[in-house]
């Protein structure tokens, strides 16, 4: 069976293909040729029956919104009222990173109810399952490979896996005097896992095997950042930039097989680092899809990191990065509630079009916001801002005059003004 890697390498143009072309005002063609090669991918496991979708040059920035239960809290109703607030917002994709409660189930359930791309990281579930009965380093190499098997089989659209992180790198990385050594939770396990057991990194030495379980189920392969930066100290160093170059040889391993790929990007970055971050991997990584945390931009402000997270995302977006996974106001803290995954969402939302915008997409939506604004056109302006509600929940607070301008400026409304004179001959 051929993958959409192949079909579009043959000159096939799918139902699927044309679809999102269909959704992002390109051409078939121009999808085809961009996943031919590589440089779009469109995440699409056949068992999940998600709306067709695409990542990647050309096209516009999409965000992804991380939902899951944890230790602490385990409610899957909140869970599901998360995935209906973020498809209400704007979210392209969903990410269950569940680790509390019955996680198979819980994965299915949202699988079930989410309409567009979904994505895991099954390694956590085995990291979690080793911890139970030993500890994380316990695991083998079967576990981790048939924990990608039961995802994939469930029908997730794309996974994370850690396959950057090497023997090699880890050895480097114990030497570099690192602020903050590793902060990605996967790549965490495979750091003790390589340092305990002495060996390779599984998802590295088997990499092979992982490509045919990608060709086989028709998942899309997210190659981690496992040593993504923690801090803006650490961001841009040698453990970062090694595994981005290990990343590059795997994506073209990954497009030699036929599977579609995109690379994880690093999460915390100086806002004057940003752009080099975005060409460095576009150019280690053949141009595949790039798919950043954040980039958050300082590290000092707990609370207001989905504000962080948005000014790198613009940032990314402008120079490069297609895929923004988003952050709430409770990173670095708790669990997102109902409300903190809203305020992630509309966050990066606002990032996602701040790129588009650098990249000539989506200005038809600002210049009707303009006319609307200029004529006063209250209804209009709501149905374009990305969120209705509270626009007119602010509009309405202290407001006289419905028909008119807003209760900052009353009756000396500049737009109100210089209408009126405007029009007079």
């Known amino acids: 069976m051929s993958t959409i890697m192949e079909e579009a390498r043959r000159g096939v143009v799918t139902p699927l293909m044309k679809r999102i072309a269909e959704k992002e005002g390109v051409s078939p063609e121009f999808i085809r040729n961009g996943i031919a090669a590589g440089r779009i991918c469109a995440p699409h496991n056949p068992v999940h029956d998600a709306e067709p979708a695409a ?51 819980i994965r299915a359930r949202l699988l079930a109810e989410c309409p567009v791309m979904m994505g895991s990281v099954p390694i956590y579930q085995t990291g979690l399952m080793a911890a139970r009965r030993n500890a994380v380093v316990e695991m083998t190499e079967d576990d981790i490979f048939n924990g990608i098997e039961r995802h994939a089989k469930d029908g997730m659209d794309f996974m994370t896996v850690h396959c950057g992180i090497t023997r090699e790198s880890v050895g480097w990385l114990r030497r570099s005097g690192r602020t903050m050594d590793v902060v990605s939770r996967g790549g965490s396990f495979l750091t003790a896992w390589i340092l305990h057991n002495e060996e390779e ?17 028709e998942f899309t392969l997210s190659l981690s950042d496992g040593f993504r930066p923690g801090c803006i100290d650490d961001a841009s160093d040698q453990a970062q930039i090694t595994e981005l170059m290990t990343l590059g040889h795997l994506v073209q391993r990954a497009r030699e097989a036929g599977v579609q790929c995109m690379v994880e990007g690093p999460g915390h970055v100086p806002l004057e680092q940003v752009p080099m971050n975005m060409q460095i991997q576009k150019r280690m990584c053949h141009g595949a899809p790039f798919y950043v945390l954040g980039p958050l931009v300082t590290d000092i402000a707990p609370g207001y990191d989905h504000i962080v997270g948005a000014i790198g995302g613009a940032i990314a977006a402008q120079n490069g990065a297609d895929f923004l996974c988003y952050l709430t106001p409770a990173e670095h803290l708790s669990l997102p509630d109902v409300d903190d995954v809203k305020e992630g969402v509309i966050a990066s939302r606002i990032a996602a079009h701040v790129g588009d915008l650098s990249r000539g997409i989506g200005g038809e939506l600002d210049s009707k916001m303009a006319r609307a604004r200029k004529a ?12 209705p509600e509270k626009a007119r929940r602010y509009r309405e607070r202290g407001c006289t005059k419905k028909e008119e301008g807003c209760s900052m400026c009353g009756d000396v409304c500049a737009v109100k003004i210089v209408n009126t004179y405007m029009r007079k001959d």
């Open 55 to 105: 990542i990647g040059e050309g096209l516009s920035v999409k965000i992804n919104v991380n939902l899951g239960t944890s230790r602490d809290i385990v409610d899957l109703d909140s869970e599901l009222e998360k995935l209906r607030v973020a498809m209400r917002y704007g979210a392209d994709a969903v990410m269950d990173l569940s680790t509390g409660g019955d996680i198979d189930a």
């Open 376 to 387: 006063l056109d209250w209804e209009t302006m709501f149905d374009v801002c990305i969120d």
């Open 201 to 217: 990194n599984p998802l590295y030495r088997n990499f092979d095997y992982l490509l045919e379980m990608a060709r086989k189920y």
